[in-house]
Structures are given as structure tokens and as C-alpha cells.
């Protein structure tokens, strides 16, 4: 999965250039996600979530806070995200070396959508990314698909059901032990909480008095039990996760 936040006051070109790498990231069969923000405070407000973003597009001539002190901040936060100014203007060409900027693209250009996929071309070979991707032999039907997209598995009679990001309109399901899920995923961070819930820890907000809070709005499901058994060692996982990342 690739995530990329789009920074821009005008409205627009915010709209532009999320269809922009929309458009290039299904032309390719990439997992992505996309956020837009229509300043820098508001990208800011984000914490430490800031350091989950792979790319970040930002507009150089904002109000209050520029793009230039938006990409500082970034970098005080820790990210290594590739940042690439969206401009009007080319002359903030050294500022930009400062903040270990990768591209500037300019807005009034006819070859945006051009400029815009050659750029993002080059960050996805210095990313060196590889796609990770599952098939399971859902009863639905046999589906190939990126373990980011799974929040969580639950176990109820013999059967799973696999509760995915709300972009997918349907649950799945599959005859298996969730013992079996839960060696097969420990590559993509998965916990089991509970001996009927194998939960995704990207997608864990906290986990606190027995119970996982989920990131908002990500999938249907708010909170899922941890059981007394598996709580410190959930606890402990959670810790090292957000080290990690």
C-alpha cells in the first residue's frame, strides 16, 4: 500500500491532482490511499501520522503556512516521506533542496499529467516497491489482495470472515483455522487479540482495559475484545508496532 497526502489551499488543484494519482495508481494495480488537506496546518493537525505517508504533494503558495515551513515541519516530525512541491513558481528551487525535495511540478503547465506520472514513476523505482499481495479461496470466490486491506479476521464456527477497508463492499468469508491466518500473516504485522480475532495493528488506534479501538471510520467495526490471556502480549506488539513505523 502507498500512502500519499495532497496539500493545496486551491481547491481545484486539489481535486486535480487527486484524480491525477488516482488515475496513474489504477493504471498500475497499486494499493494506495490518498488524503488531501487544504493547508498545512491542517496536514500538520495529522501528528505523528505524518511519518505513514510515502509521498507528499505540497503547494508552495499557501496562506499562513507556506509550503516551504509545511515541509520543515515534516521533516522535524520525522518523516523520510518524498516530498514533491506543486508550484506556480520555480523559484524556490534551493529552499527546496533543504527540505530534501524530490520534484517540482508546475501548475500551469500544459504536461501536468505528464510531469505528474514521470515524477511519480521515479519515487515508486526509489521506493523499489513491491506490491504484497494474498489469493484466498473466499466461499465467494477465489480473490487476490493486499493484506493492508484486511482490518481484521474473526472466527465464528469454523469460519472466517475477513472485514476489509470500506472500500470493498462486502465481507468475505473461508473455511479455515484462524491458527492457519495467523502464521500466514505474521510478515504484515497481524495480532491475535482474542482466539477468535486476528487483528491488523495498522489499523489499531489503541489498546487499552481489554479492548482494541480501530482508526476511525476505517471499516465498520469501532472496538474488538482482547482477551485476558493475550492482552499484555497484544499491548507489547502495539508498542514495538509504532516504533517500527
Request: aromatic content about 14%; charged content about 30%; proline content about 0%.
Given at each position: 500500500?502507498?500512502?500519499?497526502?495532497?496539500?493545496?489551499?486551491?481547491?481545484?488543484?486539489?481535486?486535480?491532482?487527486?484524480?491525477?494519482?488516482?488515475?496513474?495508481?489504477?493504471?498500475?494495480?497499486?494499493?494506495?490511499?490518498?488524503?488531501?488537506?487544504?493547508?498545512?496546518?491542517?496536514?500538520?493537525?495529522?501528528?505523528?501520522?505524518?511519518?505513514?505517508?510515502?509521498?507528499?504533494?505540497?503547494?508552495?503558495?499557501?496562506?499562513?503556512?507556506?509550503?516551504?515551513?509545511?515541509?520543515?515541519?515534516?521533516?522535524?516530525?520525522?518523516?523520510?516521506?518524498?516530498?514533491v512541491?506543486?508550484?506556480?513558481?520555480?523559484?524556490?528551487?534551493?529552499?527546496?533542496?533543504?527540505?530534501?525535495?524530490?520534484?517540482?511540478?508546475?501548475?500551469?503547465?500544459?504536461?501536468?499529467?505528464?510531469?505528474?506520472?514521470?515524477?511519480?514513476?521515479?519515487i515508486?523505482?526509489?521506493?523499489?516497491y513491491?506490491?504484497?499481495?494474498?489469493?484466498?479461496?473466499?466461499?465467494?470466490?477465489?480473490?487476490?489482495?493486499?493484506?493492508?486491506?484486511?482490518?481484521?479476521?474473526?472466527?465464528?464456527?469454523?469460519?472466517?470472515?475477513?472485514?476489509?477497508?470500506?472500500?470493498?463492499?462486502e465481507?468475505?468469508?473461508?473455511?479455515?483455522?484462524?491458527?492457519?491466518?495467523e502464521?500466514?500473516?505474521?510478515?504484515?504485522?497481524?495480532?491475535?487479540?482474542?482466539?477468535?480475532?486476528l487483528?491488523?495493528?495498522?489499523?489499531?488506534?489503541?489498546i487499552?482495559?481489554?479492548?482494541?479501538?480501530?482508526?476511525?471510520?476505517?471499516?465498520?467495526?469501532?472496538?474488538?475484545?482482547?482477551?485476558?490471556?493475550?492482552?499484555?502480549d497484544?499491548?507489547?506488539q502495539?508498542?514495538?508496532?509504532?516504533?517500527?513505523?
Open positions: 500500500m502507498i500512502y500519499i497526502a495532497v496539500c493545496d489551499d486551491e481547491d481545484g488543484f486539489l481535486v486535480l491532482e487527486q484524480k491525477l494519482i488516482s488515475a496513474y495508481m489504477q493504471k498500475h494495480a497499486y494499493q494506495y490511499c490518498v488524503d488531501t488537506f487544504s493547508s498545512g496546518t491542517d496536514l500538520l493537525k495529522r501528528g505523528s501520522v505524518i511519518t505513514n505517508f510515502d509521498i507528499i504533494f505540497l503547494d508552495i503558495n499557501m496562506d499562513k503556512l507556506n509550503g516551504i515551513e509545511t515541509a520543515r515541519k515534516i521533516r522535524e516530525s520525522g518523516s523520510d516521506a518524498y516530498i512541491f506543486v508550484t506556480a513558481f520555480i523559484s524556490y528551487a534551493i529552499e527546496g533542496y533543504k527540505v530534501d525535495a524530490v520534484r517540482y511540478l508546475l501548475k500551469e503547465s500544459d504536461c501536468l499529467e505528464a510531469s505528474l506520472e514521470e515524477c511519480l514513476d521515479s515508486i523505482r526509489r521506493m523499489n513491491q506490491e504484497n499481495r494474498e489469493t484466498f479461496a473466499f466461499l465467494e470466490g477465489d480473490m487476490t489482495i493486499s493484506p493492508d486491506d484486511i482490518v481484521y479476521i474473526e472466527s465464528n464456527l469454523h469460519k472466517l470472515t475477513f472485514h476489509l477497508v470500506k472500500k470493498y463492499k465481507r468475505y468469508t473461508i473455511y479455515e483455522k484462524l491458527d492457519v491466518l502464521k500466514r500473516l505474521n510478515y504484515y504485522n497481524f495480532c491475535r487479540i482474542h482466539k477468535s480475532f487483528v491488523n495493528l495498522k489499523y489499531v488506534e489503541e487499552k482495559r481489554y479492548n482494541v479501538k480501530l482508526t476511525e471510520n476505517v471499516c465498520h467495526t469501532s472496538y474488538l475484545s482482547v482477551s485476558q490471556s493475550r492482552y499484555l497484544a499491548r507489547e502495539f508498542i514495538f508496532y509504532q516504533g517500527e513505523v
